[in-house]
């Protein structure tokens, strides 16, 4: 089945994950967990087979929802354990999809809910530092205090010596240093490129969903909406970053 072929099956698929009309905690943890990578894939499917930008963008916008109503609920949860293991920062995908769709008040919101601290059974440390301090990017306006600087010297010790561009990335958006940021974006896409080539080894298979991924890189397209924000100079054209899925009009409604 090509790419063009996969998005009616999936469309469907996501519809009758919404059969059940008023869903509890549980059914919105696994909507979240779930249904969501579905909307993300059929975001990048109808990008690439259509050059959809407006049901791209409202496919990842309604992604980033199933993030946010999760999190609404499991606020009113009475424990951690009954709100469940994807309450937790690091798992940032939903955050990537708002940012990329352009939704900043939605990513605001989705930031407000989540758990400010650490759950080291949920999630590694690297993960919720990366998730809190694009957190913090979102209000470049507003003073970090020492936040940043702490999540920065936690980020870098989680890593144990270990290189990484969304560390550099963290460090240029904390600075507001556009050059140190266009740098480590570079980098953040080679370290892309390098992975994908290690799951192709590894033997992922080809399917159309897996390389429809391959070529387009979410969580890069909400960094660079970010820079953008802040009226950085970016490359028209990047590597797994295509300018339609920046340049193009606002969020629509989803496929």
Same mark, same amino acid.
């Given at each position: 089945?090509?790419?063009?072929?996969?998005?009616?099956?999936?469309?469907?698929?996501?519809?009758?994950?919404?059969?059940?009309?008023?869903?509890?905690?549980?059914?919105?943890?696994?909507?979240?967990?779930?249904?969501?990578?579905?909307?993300?894939?059929?975001?990048?499917?109808?990008?690439?087979?259509?050059?959809?930008?407006?049901?791209?963008?409202?496919?990842?916008?309604?992604?980033?929802?199933?993030?946010?109503?999760?999190?609404?609920?499991?606020?009113?949860?009475?424990?951690?354990?009954?709100?469940?293991?994807?309450? $937790?920062? %690091?798992? &940032? +995908?939903?955050?990537?999809? /708002?940012?990329? !769709?352009?939704?900043? @008040?939605?990513? =605001? *919101? #989705?930031?407000?809910?989540?758990?400010?601290?650490?759950?080291?059974?949920?999630?590694?440390?690297?993960?919720?530092?990366?998730?809190?301090?694009?957190?913090?990017?979102?209000?470049?306006?507003?003073?970090?205090?020492?936040?940043?600087?702490?999540?920065?010297?936690?980020?870098?010790?989680?890593?144990?010596?270990?290189?990484?561009?969304?560390?550099?990335?963290?460090?240029?958006? $904390?600075? %507001?240093? &556009? +050059?140190?940021?266009?740098? /480590?974006?570079? !980098?953040?896409?080679? @370290?892309?490129? =390098? *992975? #994908?080539?290690?799951?192709?080894?590894?033997?992922?298979?080809?399917?159309?969903?897996?390389?429809?991924?391959?070529?387009?890189?979410?969580?890069?397209?909400?960094?660079?909406?970010?820079?953008?924000?802040?009226?950085?100079?970016?490359?028209?054209?990047?590597?797994?970053?295509?300018?339609?899925?920046?340049?193009?009009?606002?969020?629509?409604?989803?496929?």
């Amino acid at each position: 089945m090509t790419l063009a072929e996969e998005g009616e099956p999936l469309a469907y698929d996501i519809a009758f994950s919404f059969a059940e009309e008023e869903p509890d905690l549980r059914a919105l943890e696994a909507r979240s967990r779930e249904v969501a990578p579905k909307l993300r894939a059929l975001a990048l499917i109808v990008l690439l087979t259509r050059a959809d930008v407006a049901r791209f963008r409202g496919n990842l916008r309604a992604a980033a929802e199933l993030r946010r109503d999760y999190l609404r609920a499991a606020r009113q949860a009475a424990s951690l354990q009954e709100a469940g293991r994807e309450f $937790a920062a %690091g798992r &940032a +995908a939903g955050l990537f999809d /708002a940012l990329a !769709a352009g939704a900043f @008040e939605l990513a =605001r *919101e #989705i930031v407000v809910l989540e758990p400010a601290e650490w759950r080291p059974d949920c999630e590694y440390e690297d993960d919720f530092c990366w998730a809190r301090l694009v957190a913090l990017a979102l209000d470049a306006d507003r003073p970090a205090g020492t936040q940043a600087p702490r999540l920065l010297e936690r980020f870098e010790s989680s890593l144990q010596g270990e290189a990484s561009a969304r560390l550099d990335l963290a460090r240029a958006l $904390a600075q %507001g240093d &556009a +050059a140190a940021f266009g740098q /480590a974006f570079e !980098a953040l896409l080679e @370290e892309r490129g =390098r *992975e #994908i080539e290690e799951r192709i080894e590894a033997g992922e298979m080809d399917d159309p969903l897996v390389l429809a991924a391959r070529r387009v890189h979410v969580e890069g397209l909400a960094l660079l909406a970010l820079a953008d924000a802040r009226g950085w100079p970016t490359e028209r054209e990047y590597l797994y970053c295509p300018s339609m899925a920046r340049n193009g009009p606002g969020a629509g409604a989803a496929a």
